[in-house]
């Protein structure tokens, strides 16, 4: 954080101090709501979580060095200085506002059913050829993680590239607010949170609230080969394959697991480029990182080596080479279109082929459609053995037994059966991607198999 005080913090969220009146005009050093990371000078967020009360934390803090805490609850024998509100979260979102405000850096929103991650990732590599820059840590793109983030921006950051992720109406219009972006980027509208925003018009309406306060004459880019975002084309440049994009891409070469190399091009300029990432829709990611480098005046050599220093997450299409498998780990989360994308990226290693997926998530109505479709996806591909784990991927099973014949498909009911009946299914020299939603823990499968 820079130059934000105490009393700067409590006035954006009306809040009733306890303490010191000294104390007002000092600094805020950062923002936590963990109270495992409170650093001194910070400021310590009590939210009220489904299983864990942040302010049974707040007698410890202090012993930190916290300068002060944030409570909804009026605190009997206070420790040390304590900001009152009525919700501690949307006092939160009120503050980091107020921050965002002061700011005068260019802020990159990126949104999308699928991909914002990877995308924000690339956007940050290549700014980063240029300028000193700040990313969403991991996918912290929600309603706590997303303030939490802009308080991270310090006076060294020159760009922020920050993630914004929604599955409600509304939630996106609040995103916004916080954030102000001075660039929007909408990679797709898919199939991700059907379940509560009704149908892809709904998603895509969700989406738009993005620019509820964008700021004046914000960049816009948009997917122009997704049918619903070219919708937006009247205000957005934008990229992709198809000839009428502004910013395009062919020549496309899969490298197999090493990536994907393609041309990018506008009518004023083209270059060669490899994206050190495994799939398609990399070149996607890497499109839209080019209109974001050209809007801040990156040269072309810029943003060609800030593609090619792209490094993978986690859980993100992240390649493991172990002493007995090569581990496509894609675990973090899932959809219909990267679920069969990834298995598209799968099909391109030389090893025999192993798919382990799970459970998708938040598909509503249409999820056994969905996850019959990614069964039916299989039997185009070469893929030797389909593993599936949980409840909803039964019907990625029964759709893939019949469109597969050439896949000895296997189903568990839960992940610990796996674990136990895994080692007579898969042998040395294996390719096998894992994937599935976040809330199916399989982290575990990666850890087991990395070991």
């Known amino acids: 954080m820079k130059h934000f005080t105490l009393k700067q913090f409590a006035d954006a969220c009306h809040a009733q101090y306890f303490g010191p009146e000294e104390l007002l ?4 050093h950062g923002v936590v709501q963990d109270n495992r990371l409170i650093e001194p000078g910070f400021l310590f967020v009590a939210i009220v979580g489904e299983r864990v009360d942040g302010h049974r934390f707040i007698p410890d803090i202090y012993e930190k060095g916290a300068l002060c805490a944030l409570s909804q609850q009026k605190l009997e024998t206070p420790v040390g200085p304590y900001l009152l509100v009525e919700d501690t979260l949307q006092a939160l979102k009120e503050a980091a506002e107020a921050y965002r405000l002061t700011l005068t850096i260019p802020i990159i929103g990126v949104t999308g ?5 990877s995308t924000k990732e ?14 969403t840590p991991g996918n912290l793109n929600n309603e706590i993680g997303l303030p939490l983030t ?20 509304g939630e996106m ?11 929007c980027i909408l990679t797709n509208i898919g199939t991700a949170h059907l379940e509560f925003l009704g149908s892809r018009d709904g998603i895509f309406q969700a989406k738009c609230e993005i620019f509820d306060y964008a700021a004046p004459n914000a960049a816009v880019f948009v997917n122009g080969d997704d049918d619903k975002l070219i919708a937006l084309s009247d205000r957005a440049t934008s990229f992709g394959l198809g000839k009428d994009n502004c910013v395009r891409a062919d020549r496309i070469e899969k490298l197999g697991l090493d990536g994907v190399r393609c041309r990018i091009f506008t009518d004023n300029f083209d270059f060669i480029v490899t994206i050190p990432l495994p799939g398609a829709h990399m070149v996607y990611n890497a499109l839209a990182g080019t209109c974001v480098g050209l809007s ?4 072309i050599d810029e943003i060609r080596d800030g593609i090619e220093a792209l490094r993978p997450l986690p859980g993100r299409s992240n390649i493991l080479h172990t002493p007995h498998y090569t581990l496509l780990d894609d675990c973090y989360n899932a959809s219909p279109a990267s679920m069969m994308e990834a298995l598209n990226i799968l099909e391109d290693t030389k090893s025999r082929k192993v798919a382990i997926l799970g459970d998708m998530g938040e598909l509503g109505e249409q999820s056994p459609e969905l996850h019959a479709s990614v069964g039916r996806h299989i039997g185009a591909l070469h ?15 029964e759709a893939a037994v019949t469109a597969a014949p050439q896949t000895h498909c296997i189903h568990f009911s839960d992940l610990e059966g796996f674990l136990e009946g895994k080692d007579p299914l898969l042998k040395d020299g294996d390719a096998v991607l894992i994937k599935a939603s976040h809330a199916m823990g399989f982290e575990k499968i990666v850890e087991a198999l990395a070991n």
């Open 122 to 135: 690339m956007i940050a590599s290549i700014l980063s050829q240029k300028y000193c820059v700040l990313k």
């Open 383 to 397: 893929i030797d053995l389909l593993v599936t784990i949980g409840n909803k991927s039964r019907k990625i099973h």
């Open 25 to 28: 005009e000092q600094e805020i």
């Open 113 to 117: 059913s699928v991909g914002k991650t």
């Open 296 to 299: 801040l005046k990156l040269s």
């Open 150 to 169: 802009i308080f991270q921006i310090d006076e060294c950051h020159e760009a922020a590239v920050l993630e914004m992720g929604m599955n409600h109406f």
């Open 173 to 183: 219009h609040r995103l916004s607010k916080m954030t102000h972006p001075t660039c």
